[in-house]
């Protein structure tokens, strides 16, 4: 039997209300010779039932204690036989034919080695949406400006060949957030080309509530406070992280009030933007104070 030419990989924590849905639309690819490889990463859920309930043949489960969506993924990378390895996330929907867009863009252009396809932030009720749903969606996982600005494409919808994977090494087993970003500046550093494909698309939902977007922000940026003080590139991500939320309060405002959300609900979504505003701001003082402390 040949070996898969794709192998897709997900990494798995107590996901049991979204992983079904990301299983059969991976199933129902348009492009069918993959495998499927699913890393449970401890869930405490009902996670790994839900998984097994599905017996296609090109699904593959493993087991792992909790240690992180990037520990998982490299467990997933070492048992995978495809010469192309597909990223995404248990809480993901790709579209039917994100395997066949995402293959054409890596083979379409010789110099291009890392594809990051685009990711579609959706609300619940799209014609409903909360105020809090809208303002993940519009600062939330844009792969254009991640790949065009920063050098990196985000695991929810990343592909690129096992030879570059093996080079550039596996990804760092110490973070539980922002891998992707370190992963793909080795190999930025390595010479390999990031593109963007906009048919290679996967589908996300939005955070529904200002706890959820929190930690989403803590999350992100201690993972870059940890690694990468030292690194200009980054500490530029986070001010264009500020500068990028700072710039969407009359727009989300305008959004808010052409969807005729309640005056009490926009009120509490500027405040909200304000709140994690402030937290950028202090994580990229924390940054630069150490900056200025390792080089003095």
């Known amino acids: 039997m040949k070996p898969p030419k794709i192998s897709v990989i997900i990494p798995a924590y107590n996901t049991k209300k979204t992983i079904a849905k990301t299983i059969n639309s991976v199933l129902n ?10 890393v449970n990463d401890g869930s405490t859920d009902n996670t790994l039932n839900m998984i097994k309930q599905f017996k296609d043949k090109r699904i593959k489960i493993f087991n792992q204690k909790n240690q992180g969506s990037y520990t ?7 048992k995978s036989k495809g010469k192309i390895l597909a990223f995404t ?23 291009c080695h890392i594809v990051g396809g685009k990711v579609n932030v959706f609300a619940k009720n799209a014609k409903n949406p909360k105020a809090i749903e809208l303002f993940d969606k519009i600062t939330y996982l844009n792969q254009k400006k991640y790949i065009k600005k920063f050098n990196f494409a985000a695991t929810a919808n990343l592909m690129t060949y096992r030879k570059i994977i093996m080079d550039v090494g ?30 290679a698309i996967v ?9 959820e977007i929190y930690k989403k922000f803590t999350r992100i940026n201690r993972g870059i406070y940890r690694l990468y003080f030292k690194d200009l590139n980054c500490r530029r991500f986070i001010l264009h992280n500020i500068d990028f939320i700072c710039s969407q309060k009359n727009k989300t405002k305008e959004i808010l009030l052409k969807k005729g ?3 009490k609900l926009g009120l509490f979504f500027l405040l909200s933007l304000e709140t994690i505003t402030k937290l950028l701001q202090n994580c990229y003082l924390r940054i630069e104070d150490k900056f200025k402390k390792q080089n003095q």
Do not use: M, V
């Not at 998982?72 to 070492?78: F, T």
């Not at 579209?95 to 995402?102: H, P």
């Open 261 to 263: 959300l309640k005056h």
């Open 89 to 111: 996330d248990s809480d993901c929907i790709p579209e039917k034919n994100w395997l066949e867009e995402g293959i054409k863009s890596l083979k379409k252009d010789k110099n």
């Open 170 to 199: 596996p990804f760092n087993k110490k973070l539980f957030s922002g891998g992707d970003n370190e992963w793909c500046q080795r190999a930025y550093k390595k010479g390999y080309k990031l593109k963007y494909s906009k048919r």
């Open 29 to 38: 690819q348009t492009f069918r010779n993959f495998e499927l490889l699913i």
């Open 203 to 211: 589908n996300h939902p939005a955070r529904e509530n200002l706890h």
């Open 72 to 78: 998982a993924r490299n467990l997933g990378i070492q």
